[in-house]
């Protein structure tokens, strides 16, 4: 056992002989996954150059969206696909990671916009019926910017008007929201030009932002003196102009909506750049009454009531209105000790200006103007503009009667003279009437108005009591008599008639005395021959 457990000699270790080096040679085994290597690194290369990049689009939640499943689509094609959806660090917002083609790498830029696509009802339209069959997806609306992006803040709602959509955008500056909305519309003499985009309260809180969309071609009308107003729902009006309604659409009346008019719109205004702002006025009217650029404020005095004169009423100059009301005050005149009522006015003089071509306004020859007209007895009055409502307007007249007056240019703001309104004068007339009225011995003529008036009930009684026995007494004899007189007419009429006896033998009587008399005529004709007749007699004829 201890002998086989002994070590080797070193001579019993064979000798290691070194082969000769040989050549490389490739055998066929190893041709195919060579082959395969150089296939899938081409690939491996072909893929990584091919890829996309790699974007984050934050959502305030995962609503419609699943990795691997949610697709990006830019104009109904697919761009890009969500590889992973979490949850942020402080659980306030969700990231989606997606990766996108390469072709669409140009297009990330700062304000290219993402948003879920779901079916919504908003204003007067219906999107994202088709992904109730195919699901939700995010949509891409490519941005003009040059400053690349790669993270991104997806929207709650797809944009209004897409980037690529030709037209211009403005902004209009509201004192509220009103009844507007994304998506309502624009119009332009009643036509849908446009809509709003997007809208935003002021930094300083004391107003909202829109920014609207005009589509091209309309956007040219779009000047530097163009006005825009509320045209949403139903404008009625009832104030010292009357009653007025107005609106744009049926949809207006529904989602509200938003006109434009140009003023002077045969004018050169060229049109207005991108982006730029407007005033947004509540009403149509509100919009248009602030054309003139050349006003001038007036003060009067008024010492009557100005109960339905509000501010905002117009001035008014024989149907043409010349400015408005301002203002009303309380005014306590020191010196007088009167208290009295002050009306601010702002008038437009370019409203009286000359229509001559080239005319040009001048204060100065307003001034001179309007002093000429109060000298001549141009005086301001309240008259009632409305007599539905009682609304109250400033009417300005000439009253030649009316006592001289001039413009007082010396205070600020100057006072325009003023005259009674018709009703205040109709009330003076009236209390003059009442005042005589009470001067009239008013007892004593009632004391006889009231004793002729029991004299004529009392004459009226006897009357009534004459007449009754008029009635009773004397009626009955009356109609006998009446009977009488008619049998008596009657018997006249039988003898008087053409065949009764006595008219016959009175035609026969009278032409007896027909014939009498004309025997007498013979008779007086030959005595007035013969006179000797009456003593000789007639002689007999000799034959």
């Known amino acids: 056992m201890s002998e086989m457990q002994q070590e080797p000699e070193l001579s019993d270790i064979p000798e290691a002989v070194p082969e000769p080096k040989k050549r490389f040679s490739l055998q066929l085994v190893w041709l195919i996954p060579i082959v395969a290597a150089i296939i899938g690194g081409t690939l491996a290369v072909k893929t990584y150059l ?3 990049p ?6 305030k939640t995962g609503d419609g969206l699943e990795a691997g499943k949610t697709k990006i689509k830019y104009k109904d094609v697919e761009v890009g696909l969500v590889k992973d959806v979490t949850i942020a660090k402080d659980i306030t917002h969700v990231i989606a990671t997606a990766e996108l083609k390469k072709e669409v790498t140009p297009y990330l ?5 993402f948003w879920v696509v779901r079916p919504r009802i908003s204003g007067g339209s219906v999107t994202g019926l088709a992904t109730l069959m195919g699901g939700s997806y995010i949509g891409v609306d490519v941005g003009t910017s040059k400053q690349p992006q790669r993270a991104f803040t997806g929207l709650e709602a797809a944009p ?5 959509v030709p037209g211009s955008r403005f902004q209009l500056h509201s004192a509220d929201l009103g009844s507007l909305d994304i998506g309502s519309p624009l119009y332009f003499r009643r036509i849908q030009v446009g809509q709003v985009v997007s809208y935003e309260l002021d930094k300083d809180g004391n107003g909202v932002t829109f920014k609207v969309f005009v589509a091209a071609p309309y956007d040219k009308y779009v000047r530097a003196n163009s006005r825009f107003w509320n045209a949403s729902g139903v404008d009625l009006t009832l104030d010292a102009n009357g009653l007025k309604l107005d609106t744009q659409s049926l949809m ?17 205004a060229a ?10 006025f509540a009403t149509r009217d509100e919009a248009m009454k602030n054309r003139d650029t050349i006003s001038q404020s007036f003060a009067m005095i008024f010492n009557e009531t100005v109960r339905g004169l509000s501010q905002g009423a117009p001035v008014d100059f024989r149907g043409v209105t010349v400015g408005e009301v301002s203002g009303i005050h309380v005014e306590h005149d020191t010196r007088t000790k009167e208290i009295n009522i002050l009306v601010d006015m702002r008038f437009y003089p370019e409203r009286l200006r000359s229509r001559a071509v080239g005319a040009v306004p001048d204060p100065k020859e307003y001034r001179a103007i309007l002093n000429e007209m109060v000298a001549h007895g141009l005086r301001a009055q309240l008259k009632s503009g409305n007599m539905l409502t009682g609304q109250l307007i400033v009417a300005l007249d000439f009253f030649p009667n009316a006592p001289k007056a001039n413009v007082n240019w010396a205070t600020n703001p100057p006072r325009f003279p003023t005259t009674p309104g018709s009703l205040v004068e109709l009330q003076a007339t009236l209390m003059q009437i009442a005042k005589k009225l009470e001067k009239l011995p008013l007892d004593e003529v009632v004391g006889d108005v009231r004793q002729t008036v029991q004299t004529l009930d009392a004459t009226l009684k006897d009357a009534d009591r004459m007449i009754r026995k008029v009635d009773k007494d004397i009626m009955p004899e009356m109609r006998m ?14 003898t008087l008639s053409a065949d009764a006896p006595l008219q016959q033998d009175l035609r026969e009587t009278l032409r007896e005395l027909a014939r009498t008399a004309q025997s007498l005529r013979v008779l007086t004709d030959y005595l007035e021959r013969h006179p000797e007749a009456l003593i000789r007699g007639k002689q007999e004829d000799k034959p």
């Open 50 to 52: 091919q890829k996309g």
């Open 54 to 59: 790699t974007i984050t689009i934050t959502f």
């Open 109 to 113: 830029v700062e304000d290219t916009k």
């Open 252 to 268: 207006s009346i529904l989602i509200g909506g938003i006109a434009f008019q140009t003023l002077d719109e045969g004018g050169d």
């Open 481 to 494: 008599t009446m009977e009488e007189a008619r049998k008596t007419l009657g018997a006249a009429k039988q």
């Open 271 to 280: 049109p207005t750049s991108s982006n730029t702002a407007f005033t947004l």
């Open 160 to 164: 209004a008007v897409a980037m690529d």
